[in-house]
């Protein structure tokens, strides 16, 4: 599998005296060499401070004076560089990235904010996860889950000094509570498995009772479903439910010819009271104007009586002289005084009678008309009665028992959509508790090597088997990756009963042969780095058992040869200690060889530019070689 990524150079830049410092590194095989305290192991740190180590055990600190570690990385599509400031709480690495895969900005070391993306979602992006925060595994035996991260198989790319001599499998974390969640980590860089499916909040126990708690409660149902439905059938029973479709449709029509009866009825009602209110107001207006006609009639005879009399004092007038004398004064009356009244006329009394005549014949056509109308008022009233009496009596009720029983007949097919709907409730329940009663809870614990393919035990022995031979390991007569320890045992022997050199090459062995499984077409994805710190810490060591001593001759050149002609996919960085490694001046075209030689006039000095190791001594030793008289210095 090609490698996703490759480091192309690490750097500590900032202080405000010295020259940044940078390490250039290529593909395939890096090997860091010189003498202790050079820097060497500080190389590898800065990479794992880029890979999101905690600031708090970090080689360099700010006191150093030095202010970022800065680290540029190659793919296929492009270039990435990634900046971290150094000291403690400082946890924020700024990304530029003209990878399309990567966004450039501020990503985070350890738990991601709301805002910020987490520094493993970069590098497990580059190894191949599509969307890196949804990936989970187990994190323990009870099935708990957790996030994939950069971290969780970390110390299978990176054996510093301390660990690559340790007893227990080089392959397992520091802290025994992240074995599990490596194990898991690493069958999801074998297959690519997700184990959100498989994660869970509940121990199997745990799961177990509440299963047994769901049944204990759907074993109730099963009795009040069937209470139920006999109340249901009993009811369906009693009121022919064989024919309630036929009855829902009679009554259906029923209560619509009644609703047409009663618009009918309102309809009639309303055009009847229509005409009520027009006879009766044409009878207000008759009345009005026999009123006004019989006033009429009332002044006609009056004048006709006031003419009458005229004429009755006129004949008693003429039967007396005319005065001559004022009955007052005495005096003689004017001649133009002394005439009569006149006469009213006859044509004017028949005129009058006339009009009276003809008044009083209106008057009559009036109370005629007015009778009339109050017969047709009293006939609407009485219709217009009987269409109420017919709807508050005849219709309303027929329609509200139309609609009771239409009611009833609803109810009725409720019920028997009730009793379907009970019946498949009732087999689903039998059939849940029957799948819940069949569950199987597994005693046994959650374990990932049940996730690994089924050849990875037999290819991973095979190479261990593969690479010890290469390295010249004698007497090799078999070699496996133990299921159990997950770790390599070599001639039927276990490495922690061997001593320290023999147990660092055993742990380099076991991590090349990983990385190199990891980097085959077995694996789903390749983290494509490898780091050690002193592969053969120890070998040096004089060796009673002529075995190991034999290993101390042979294997370190051997280990070096294999490095430098392996067809490796990936980034192998070794940093050692020319003390006690072999000369590999002869790899120098095989490999890219960095020497630091800790000589101001030869070479490079160090890691770090302008440093000596007085630059870097404690000031309480500083005291302390000041006050004891040595006059020397000691590394720091």
């Known amino acids: 599998m090609k490698p996703a990524f490759t480091i192309t150079s690490i750097k500590v830049v900032g202080h405000p005296d010295r020259r940044d410092s940078e390490v250039s590194l290529k593909p395939g095989l890096n090997v860091i060499c010189g003498p202790s305290n050079s820097g060497k192991s500080w190389v590898l740190h800065c990479i794992d401070y880029m890979f999101g180590a905690e600031a708090k055990d970090f080689s360099l600190k700010e006191a150093d004076g030095y202010t970022r570690v800065v680290m540029t990385v190659k793919t296929d599509v492009g270039q990435i560089t990634l900046s971290r400031p150094i000291g403690a709480g400082h946890n924020d690495v700024e990304v530029h990235s003209n990878d399309q895969r990567i966004q450039s900005g501020i990503y985070k070391c350890g738990k991601a904010s709301a805002n910020t993306l987490p520094i493993s979602h970069v590098w497990l992006k580059l190894i191949g996860f599509e969307s890196p925060e949804s990936v989970r595994v187990i994190k323990n035996k009870n099935y708990l889950g957790q996030s994939l991260t950069w971290r969780t198989f970390s110390h299978i790319l990176f054996a510093d000094e301390t660990s690559i001599s340790k007893n227990e499998s080089i392959l397992f974390p520091v802290q025994n509570t992240g074995v599990t969640a490596f194990k898991s980590a690493l069958a999801t860089l074998l297959t690519g498995r997700d184990f959100s499916a498989e994660e869970s909040d509940e121990s199997p126990e745990e799961k177990k009772r509440a299963n047994n708690a769901v049944i204990a409660y759907l074993e109730t149902q099963p009795d009040a479903i069937v209470s139920r439905l006999k109340l249901i059938d009993s009811a369906l029973v009693a009121n022919r439910s064989n024919t309630l479709e036929e009855e829902f449709d009679e009554l259906g029509n029923d209560v619509a010819q009644v609703q047409d ?192 393919p089924d050849s990875f035990w037999d290819d991973i022995s095979t190479l261990l088997l593969d690479t010890l031979g290469a390295c010249a390991f004698p007497n090799l007569k078999e070699a496996y990756l133990n299921r159990k320890s997950f770790d390599a045992v070599v001639n039927d022997k276990f490495k922690r009963r061997e001593g320290k050199g023999y147990r660092s090459f055993v742990n380099t062995v076991v991590l090349l042969v990983l990385h190199d499984y990891l980097a085959s077409d077995h694996a789903a994805h390749n983290p494509s780095i490898l780091m050690i710190d002193t592969p053969l810490l120890g070998l040096d060591d004089p060796q009673e058992d002529p075995e190991l001593q034999e290993m101390r001759e042979t294997i370190p050149a051997a280990l070096y040869d294999y490095l430098a002609d392996a067809d490796m996919d990936g980034q192998l960085i070794i940093a050692d200690n020319i003390k006690f490694m072999p000369d590999i001046s002869e790899l120098k075209d095989r490999c890219n060889i960095i020497r630091f030689t800790k000589q101001s006039n030869e070479g490079r000095y160090g890691f770090l530019l302008d440093v000596t190791d007085s630059d870097f001594m404690d000031k309480d030793e500083k005291e302390t070689n000041t006050t004891d008289g040595s006059g020397e210095e000691q590394n720091a």
């Open 261 to 452: 009866s009663l618009r009918n009825a309102t309809s009639q009602g309303q055009r009847i009271i229509a005409d009520l209110g027009t006879v009766r107001e044409h009878i207000a207006e008759s009345k009005m104007l026999e009123r006004r006609y019989e006033e009429l009639a009332s002044s006609y005879q009056a004048r006709l009586q006031r003419l009458d009399f005229v004429v009755e004092g006129r004949e008693l007038t003429d039967r007396h002289p005319l005065p001559m004398i004022c009955p007052v004064c005495d005096q003689v009356l004017p001649a133009d005084a002394q005439s009569r009244i006149a006469h009213p006329g006859k044509e004017e009394q028949e005129l009058l009678k006339a009009k009276l005549n003809d008044l009083l014949e209106v008057i009559h056509e009036v109370k005629t008309s007015i009778h009339q109308d109050s017969l047709m008022e009293q006939n609407l009233a009485s219709k217009s009665d009987d269409i109420n009496k017919l709807i508050k009596s005849a219709l309303l009720p027929r329609l509200d028992g139309l609609k009771r029983k239409l009611d009833e007949h609803n109810a009725l097919v409720a019920m028997r959509a009730e009793r379907e709907q009970l019946e498949n409730e009732l087999e689903t329940v039998r059939n849940e508790i029957e799948r819940r009663k069949a569950m199987p809870f597994p005693k046994e614990q959650f374990d990932p090597l049940d996730y690994y």
